[in-house]
């Protein structure tokens, strides 16, 4: 009986370690399981983030190769490669540029001379000692400009209306006396201080100028007379008057050096599609002459068309010619 008991007891004993048994090998397949689904899906993350940062390093190498492709077209089709991208990429798309050579593609870099910013150069209160000079720099660089002369009777200054006149540049007027005082005292000193100065032009140089800048421009305050009534006069009279927008300080209490001056000029000529730039030839104005090359140089590495003023010229006004009945 003893043992029977006995027997049954090592059964169950038997059984309860098979169950444990068998709950430790279900227990150890789950935690397995779970371990290994974890790690595939922490592997595919992994994979996934690969893939998306290989395709992005693809695409940054592809853009550098076109970039690099795009700068040795460009540099190849500009003249000295010197004009900006913004400007060469309104005269052609880049698919088109890509098809033609180096040499087709410089003459097709010209840009269309409707879209040229135009720029005048304009010289006020000459023939001066700088005069000469400011010439010889125009014509080393094939630019004419335009002159708004004074009235000056030496041999010397006849010798530079005529320079002026020849060398193709514009004839304009500024004042025969330029003294503020006696033009703008009244209509009629004004009337005959240009009437004088269009005459005396006229009989040295044989041209008849209609163009002219008033001293200290349309807009200044020192005239006695409304300078309305001097633009109604000279509207009678076929006049066009040209003020500024472009200064390049050389006549402000500041004084700059030639860069500084080149800087102020280019940094105003970019904000119109013409400009009337404002410089003084005059004795006094040394740094205006050194300025003059490296700013026609500027210029035109920009793109732009240096212009004498003509009959096709936007007049820029500061109290605009219209507005004056
Ligand atoms: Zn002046």
Do not use: C
Request: charged share 25%.
């Amino acid at each position: 009986m003893e043992e029977k008991t006995n027997g049954l007891r090592d059964q169950q004993i038997r059984r309860r370690r098979i169950n444990r048994m068998k709950m430790s090998i279900v227990a150890f397949g789950a935690v397995w399981i779970l371990i290994l689904t974890i790690s595939t899906i922490v592997l595919l993350m992994k994979i996934i983030f690969l893939e998306d940062r290989m395709d992005k390093i693809a695409e940054s190498v592809i853009s550098v190769e076109q970039f690099v492709e795009n700068q040795n077209q460009k540099n190849a089709g500009s003249p000295e490669g010197k004009i900006p991208d913004t400007v060469s990429d309104n005269t052609m798309p880049d698919s088109q540029e890509a098809q033609t050579d180096g040499n087709a593609a410089k003459t097709d870099h010209i840009i269309p001379e409707e879209e040229r910013r135009k720029v005048y150069l304009t010289f006020d209160d000459g023939p001066s000692e700088n005069t000469a000079r400011i010439l010889d720099i125009l014509k080393e660089h094939n630019v004419k400009a335009t002159f708004f002369v004074t009235g000056n009777e030496e041999e010397t200054a006849k010798e530079l209306y005529r320079r002026i006149v020849d060398e193709g540049h514009t004839l304009g007027m500024h004042s025969f006396t330029h003294k503020y005082d006696v033009i703008y005292q009244s209509l009629d000193a004004y009337i005959e201080d240009m009437t004088h100065l269009q005459s005396y032009l006229e009989e040295v140089t044989g041209v008849t100028t209609n163009f002219i800048r008033f001293p200290g421009g349309s807009s200044n305050h020192v005239s006695n007379v409304d300078m309305h009534e001097l633009i109604r006069y000279v509207n009678e009279q076929g006049f066009t008057y040209f003020d500024w927008n472009v200064a390049s300080g050389d006549a402000t209490s500041q004084v700059y050096t030639p860069d500084e001056l080149v800087q102020n000029v280019i940094n105003d000529v970019v904000k119109y599609d013409t400009s009337v730039v404002l410089m003084h030839d005059s004795s006094a104005k040394g740094t205006t002459v050194e300025a003059l090359a490296p700013m026609i140089d500027q210029l035109q590495e920009m793109g732009a068309e240096l212009l004498p003023i003509d009959e096709t010229t936007k007049p820029v006004q500061h109290i605009t010619a219209d507005n004056v009945e």
